[in-house]
């Protein structure tokens, strides 16, 4: 009789072990989608900042990555008042219009790095360039040609030497001079956005400022891919593979007016007083989105032939030029790194 028990018990087994692991795997199944619904969720926001379309895509928990995009867009909304001259908040506009020293420690700070790549440039990065924007009409939407005589007068209130830091307060030494950080604030902001996504604890994103890129880690298993453009069409020129790492573009296709079948753009050489020439489009690879931004901007002033001899001093930097003919260009590290689109059947 207790033999026949445990054949029973023994034969019910041959029934439900089989019936039991399959449950565990739907279980397992079910749980790892859970899982990943959880962790990989992806998340895109665009906000207007900066006169452009900012975007964030960033991948991390369902129930947080929301939230923590939107703390890194209100860091980055921060730092457009604070750097913003045109807006009275920010410790710039009192600056440019009264005279008054500047003792924020960010701004301070930020100046600081801008005088540096100055110094480095011999001027072709400067950001007392803000009486030329004006004079020029590019803080409004009709931008003009100015008169010769015009511009060569208000090269008198250009020259980052200027201005000074003294005992952790820029001033300047000439009433008149005015400042722009637009050629390095989108670069902090892109960065101090990407601090916040870090903090909080996401290692995947990626973030677009009109131009201003920065790749957090990689999309899923592989580096996230970031075009160049073609400043004379829609296409793009290529693709990057990159990850933990700022693509910067920009060029004389961003902000220009034609004026006797000449295109003049908001990009200028400090020296001259006219928008620099030689080059359509610029597009610098590093890992610190400020210095890419700000050594983006110098060298599309300094041309093909100072600008790689500038760039090959600044270890893991690249950067493409794009000359007035058309010509591509290629620093050494970029010769397998750019990536041509497949080409449409």
């Known amino acids: 009789m207790e033999e026949d028990r445990l054949k029973r018990f023994y034969s019910s087994l041959k029934f439900k072990i089989p019936v039991l692991i399959l449950f565990l795997i739907i279980a397992a199944l079910l749980l790892l989608r859970t899982y990943n619904s959880y962790r990989y969720h992806v998340e895109k926001k665009t906000r207007i900042m900066m006169d452009t379309f900012v975007t964030i895509y960033a991948v991390g928990p369902k129930n947080r990555v929301s939230e923590i995009v939107d703390h890194a867009f209100d860091r980055m909304e921060e730092i457009n008042l604070k750097f913003n001259n045109l807006k009275p908040q920010s410790p710039l506009y009192d600056f440019n219009r009264k005279g008054t020293p500047i003792s924020d ?49 208000c090269l008198k209130r250009v020259g980052f030497r200027y201005l000074i830091i003294n005992e952790g307060r820029l001033e300047k030494t000439r009433p008149d001079v005015e400042i722009d950080l637009g050629g390095i604030a989108k670069g902090y902001a892109v960065g101090q956005g990407l601090e916040v996504l870090k903090s909080e604890g996401l290692n995947s994103a990626l973030i677009d400022a009109g131009g201003d890129v920065y790749a957090l880690g990689k999309k899923g298993p592989n580096p996230w891919k970031v ?119």
């Not at 100055?118 to 008169?147: C, K, M, Q």
Request: proline share 8%; glycine share 10%.
């Open 227 to 345: 075009g160049i453009v073609d400043p004379r069409g829609d296409d793009l020129l290529g693709y990057v593979e990159v990850e933990d790492m700022a693509v910067v573009g920009s060029g004389d296709y961003e902000r220009f007016f034609m004026k006797d079948g000449k295109r003049y753009h908001h990009i200028f050489d400090p020296r001259t007083g006219y928008p620099a020439e030689g080059l359509r489009g610029t597009t610098t690879l590093y890992s610190d989105p400020t210095l890419a931004d700000a050594w983006n901007t110098a060298v599309f002033v300094m041309g093909p032939e100072a600008g790689f001899k500038a760039v090959e001093r600044i270890p893991g930097m690249e950067v493409v030029m794009i000359t007035s003919e058309g010509k591509v260009l290629l620093s050494p590290g970029l010769k397998e790194g750019l990536h041509s689109l497949p080409k449409e059947p």
């Open 105 to 153: 420690p960010e701004v301070v700070r930020l100046v600081r790095q801008a005088l540096e790549i100055s110094r480095d440039t011999e001027g072709a990065f400067d950001i007392t360039v803000a009486p030329l924007i004006e004079l020029w009409g590019f803080y409004g939407d009709h931008p003009s040609l100015p008169d010769p005589k015009a511009i060569e007068e």
